[in-house]
């Protein structure tokens, strides 16, 4: 079994910066990449951003490509979303997923239940 434990989030006024952090635990090497997928009040799932763990591709949502990086610890199975220029439209609760080794692909199964491991959530606000 592969656990999911982020950390990370609040609330922060526009233009301000908030980092993730996402720790994978038990068969991580059953991993094979981690990611962040969010969700507002009353809209769907949307990725965010995804890295390969072992590897190095990493893809982003359109609307946060040049404001959030992802980056990772492999010797620690930890990822991080570091979070700047934010808009009130970021607000939305942050899931971390470990994505599972046999899955064909990786941003594109953030948001799919059952193709990889989810966190607790965290909470993002960005006020105007």
């Known amino acids: 079994q592969v656990e999911v434990v982020e950390s990370g989030g609040g609330s922060v006024q526009a233009g301000g910066s908030l980092k993730l952090s996402c720790v994978a635990s038990?068969?991580?090497?059953?991993?094979?990449?981690m990611g962040w997928f969010r969700q507002a009040p009353g809209k769907e799932r949307e990725g965010v951003a995804s890295?390969?763990?072992?590897?190095?591709?990493?893809d982003y949502t359109d609307s946060v490509k040049g404001r959030f990086t992802i980056s990772k610890d492999d010797a620690k199975n930890t990822v991080f979303l570091q979070m700047n220029s934010l808009k009130p439209e970021d607000t939305a609760m942050y899931y971390c997923?470990?994505?599972?080794?046999?899955?064909?692909?990786?941003?594109?199964?953030?948001?799919?239940?059952?193709?990889?491991?989810w966190g607790q959530g965290s909470q993002v606000t960005v006020s105007s």
């Open positions: 997923v470990a994505v599972r080794q046999w899955v064909a692909g990786c941003f594109d199964y953030l948001t799919r239940p059952g193709y990889g491991v």
């Open positions: 038990g068969y991580t090497y059953k991993t094979k990449c």
């Open positions: 890295i390969a763990l072992g590897g190095s591709r990493i």
